[in-house]
């Protein structure tokens, strides 16, 4: 654990926590948030990844501190919470971020395997939430991020842990979402569907596939859903998508599940690996932290994209209403002239 002072600026919004800080999508987070005037309290398992985060946070003008937290320990989380805000101040938003996954046919799996993936990727979210909630509920004011996915409505071949993690979130969301609303609570709560990334994931998670793994689909730098969960996490909305295919992938699971059992039977095999073959003994994180900074990216820099059309139009929904509305004015006059 270490923090560092620096002057507040005008621009200061406060404390975000984020969880899974170190690497991929959560040290993409630590950058967004910092560079929009956030102090960053940093939760995660590795401390070289934290060491090189609070680093950058530093650099930007911002305070750090960081505490080598396991999300699936509630307590570990609880007592975490609390540090932060003695050392950083009340925490404003809540981001939880923080997955595992395991790489796997189901038949290859172990009882094991699913626990930890569910822990990490499900519980770390609850355990994240409960701790939040605790601070900002008495203040009544607060905004939690979820990190939800596409295969949290389609489960896709060889990530079933995975799946049914993001599955149990929406659940959790809905439920918390509900009782908030009830209590006409401020505290805010978002959920923010993502696409496939070009995170670190890739090569640090646990695999029995023959060939390296690999996004499927269209691929998006990390970047693009950092700005979606820093806009989630300013806006009231219920949920957000980023990237078409997370777009068709839930609205079309919703109109046809059928269809995407079958081009999934197709293709989801194959289209989840690279045609390099996998070390079966490299190392992976489901239990232990892989030693370095490994920072946000993945090895797919040259296939991923760094930006969102989607985005866009869901962030600037209100704009690209009146637009759509005067363009409809300007034909019925055009018609009425003619």
Same mark, same amino acid.
């Given at each position: 654990?270490?923090?560092?002072?620096?002057?507040?600026?005008?621009?200061?919004?406060?404390?975000?926590?984020?969880?899974?800080?170190?690497?991929?999508?959560?040290?993409?987070?630590?950058? $967004?948030?910092?560079?929009?005037?956030?102090?960053?309290?940093?939760?995660?398992?590795?401390?070289?990844?934290? =060491?090189?985060?609070?680093?950058?946070?530093?650099?930007?003008?911002?305070?750090?501190?960081?505490?080598?937290?396991?999300?699936?320990?509630?307590?570990?989380?609880?007592?975490?919470?609390?540090?932060?805000?003695?050392?950083?101040?009340?925490?404003?938003?809540?981001?939880?971020?923080?997955?595992?996954?395991?790489?796997?046919?189901?038949?290859? $799996?172990?009882?094991?395997?699913?626990?930890?993936?569910?822990?990490?990727?499900?519980?770390?979210?609850?355990?994240?939430?409960?701790?939040?909630?605790?601070? $900002?509920?008495?203040?009544?004011?607060?905004?939690?991020?979820?990190?939800?996915?596409?295969?949290?409505?389609?489960?896709?071949?060889?990530?079933?842990?995975?799946?049914?993690?993001?599955?149990?979130?929406?659940?959790?969301?809905?439920?918390?979402?509900?009782?908030?609303?009830?209590?006409?609570?401020?505290?805010?709560?978002?959920?923010?569907?993502?696409?496939? $990334?070009?995170?670190?994931?890739? !090569?640090?998670?646990?695999?029995?596939?023959?060939?390296?793994?690999?996004?499927? !689909?269209?691929?998006?730098?990390?970047?693009?859903?950092?700005?979606?969960?820093?806009?989630?996490?300013?806006?009231?909305?219920?949920?957000?998508?980023?990237?078409?295919?997370?777009?068709?992938?839930?609205?079309?699971?919703?109109?046809?599940?059928?269809?995407?059992?079958?081009?999934?039977?197709? !293709?989801?095999?194959?289209?989840?690996?690279?045609?390099?073959?996998?070390?079966?003994?490299?190392?992976?994180?489901?239990?232990?932290?892989?030693?370095?900074?490994?920072?946000?990216? !993945?090895?797919?820099?040259?296939?991923?994209?760094?930006?969102?059309?989607?985005?866009?139009?869901?962030?600037?929904?209100?704009?690209?209403?009146?637009?759509?509305?005067?363009?409809?004015?300007?034909?019925?006059?055009?018609?009425?002239? =003619?």
């Amino acid at each position: 654990m270490t923090t560092n002072s620096s002057t507040k600026t005008k621009d200061y919004k406060g404390v975000v926590v984020i969880t899974g800080a170190s690497a991929g999508l959560g040290r993409a987070c630590v950058r $967004m948030f910092a560079s929009n005037g956030y102090d960053v309290g940093l939760i995660a398992r590795g401390k070289d990844g934290l =060491l090189g985060a609070k680093k950058e946070v530093l650099e930007m003008g911002r305070r750090a501190y960081f505490c080598q937290v396991d999300v699936a320990d509630g307590d570990a989380v609880e007592e975490a919470a609390g540090i932060i805000e003695q050392q950083l101040g009340p925490i404003v938003v809540w981001v939880n971020n923080a997955m595992n996954s395991v790489f796997s046919p189901v038949k290859k $799996m172990t009882p094991l395997d699913f626990k930890r993936v569910t822990e990490v990727t499900y519980l770390g979210q609850v355990n994240g939430a409960l701790a939040a909630l605790k601070r $900002m509920l008495p203040r009544d004011r607060g905004s939690i991020v979820f990190v939800g996915s596409a295969l949290a409505y389609r489960g896709i071949p060889l990530q079933a842990a995975y799946s049914g993690a993001k599955h149990a979130i929406e659940g959790f969301y809905d439920s918390l979402r509900a009782e908030l609303l009830h209590d006409k609570s401020k505290v805010q709560v978002t959920i923010v569907e993502l696409p496939a $990334m070009n995170t670190t994931q890739f !090569g640090f998670v646990k695999t029995r596939l023959p060939n390296k793994p690999r996004p499927m !689909g269209t691929i998006y730098q990390p970047e693009v859903a950092a700005d979606a969960i820093l806009f989630a996490a300013e806006h009231d909305r219920r949920e957000i998508m980023v990237g078409w295919p997370t777009v068709y992938t839930i609205v079309g699971n919703k109109i046809a599940p059928w269809y995407g059992d079958r081009v999934l039977a197709k !293709g989801g095999i194959k289209g989840q690996q690279t045609d390099e073959p996998e070390d079966p003994d490299r190392s992976h994180n489901l239990w232990h932290p892989i030693p370095g900074d490994h920072g946000a990216h !993945g090895s797919f820099d040259d296939k991923a994209k760094n930006y969102s059309i989607e985005l866009w139009f869901s962030k600037n929904k209100a704009m690209v209403y009146v637009l759509v509305a005067l363009f409809i004015l300007a034909v019925i006059l055009v018609i009425l002239l =003619l």
